[in-house]
């Protein structure tokens, strides 16, 4: 039997309604200034009706968005989808060159960006038809093209399930990003989920902090506090400044952050995280990556039992595992260590072997899942879509197992793997007990290649202060593993490459690696 119908709510509708509910609240302060739901609302329904009347933006065309987080990036999405346009937002620290080629392979229309990123709107002037700035000045100027269309009206674009909502590029690990097609559809499952699995009777009290581009994950996050109008708050510059951070928590009460695991350890080993109060946090939320077990423990230990991991992909949009507070604990017998939890509501996940068959508790293989959270494929990419899907199910190209309760293990990337004498090598085993050592603060471990075993490892490691001798630090290691998972080298540097989004990335490790010359006598 076909559906009757498959028209679902459009996303726009969360401000609308928190706007309805709640018009005098607060629902967004960017430094100093600050938003209720009403203004923020009739401020989006103002750039909606200037795209529309100014630029002849209709239903399904592309939004691309070069801008650092800021009140109009918040807005202008609403606006988007309220004519049932695709938002398309760039990592705002990507190059002038990568982000004309999103534009050009997105085939957005219009491009909105922050008027600082001059080389950014020449690079993309080919490709896109309109360019509006923000903090420009001039008619094509965010805030003058809003003043001019208040009061405008606009009939919110009906929507089906699965009409394209925001184009999320994924970061990948070789080759270029591509735009996962996420749905009204999945993405009203996406929100209902978070607030469901993540921040159980989060509601208008509450406050959220941004602490990443809203471009990512972040916001996603914060898509989820409009549904239930929740106020966010936007540190004022676009460095990450953990005295900043603590200070607005404290200000502002805030109850939930979403990040990952190395914007926790900077935020918790900062001194400021223990001038300001941070009590009224009920829900520090990390996904990207697991979190090290030494920087778990030390989290716990500072804020407290309200730990919230998830694992979720862009193309899953976070909807995949979930550890509550309630699973994680300082005492290592109270825990079960190296998960990163079970099945979210409404999702279905299975580890995998390379013929697609349920693997046995405890067997390692990849990671797979089905749900309403999966996204609708790759934009223009048949490719890609071939190899990321198997009979309904979307390989995540993560590895891990899964027990005997269903709480599952990850073990690392599928393409983090190496082979060192024909035996399979996860980095992360190895990464976990370098961090043992009380005087290794970060670490990541990557197979190089090595003419008599074929990989072998090599271990970069970021000191806690004085680096200790590589060759005692190996010798420490080998008493905790075994010889042939031992990596081959250690290497000391002062910081780790960092990504936009604050992960440490294997790519941008192995690119630094290979600069510094630091492969040549593996």
Known sequence: MQPVSTRVMN????????????????????????????QIEARATAFATALRDRYGVQKGERLLVQSANCNQMFEAAFACWKLGCVWVPANFRQTPEEVAWLASSSGARVLLVGAEFTDHIAACGGAVAFTITIGGGGADDYDALVAAHQGGEVETAAVDRDDPAWFFFTSGTTGKPKAAVLTHGQMAFVVTNHLCDLMPSTG????????????????????????????????????FDPDEIWRLVAQWRVTNIFTVPTIVKMLVEHDAVHIYDHSSLRYVIYAGAPMYRADQVRALNVLGPVLVQYFGLGEVTGNITVLPPVHHSADDAAMRLGTCGFARTGMQVQVQDAAGQECAPGETGEIAVIGPAVFAGYHNNPEA?????????????????????????????ASDMYISGGSNIYPREIEEKILLHPDISETAVLGVPDALWGEVGIAVCVARGTAPDADVLLSWLGTRLPRYKMPK????WDEMPKSAYGKITKKMIRAELDARGDLADV
């Open 11 to 38: 996303l726009s509708h969360f401000l609308t309604e928190s706007a309805r509910r709640h018009p005098d609240d607060i629902g967004l302060v960017w430094g100093a200034a600050q938003w209720s739901w009403a």
């Open 489 to 492: 080298k250690v290497v000391f």
């Open 204 to 239: 208008p009290s509450d406050a959220s902090i941004v602490v990443a581009p809203l471009s990512h994950g972040a916001g996603i996050h914060q898509l989820t506090q409009v549904a239930h109008g929740v106020k966010t708050i936007l540190p004022a510059g676009t460095r």
């Open 385 to 413: 879509n071939a190899k990321s899907f198997r009979d309904g199910w979307f390989l995540t190209g993560d590895l891990g197992h899964m027990d005997a309760e269903g709480f599952v293990y990850l073990t690392g990337r």
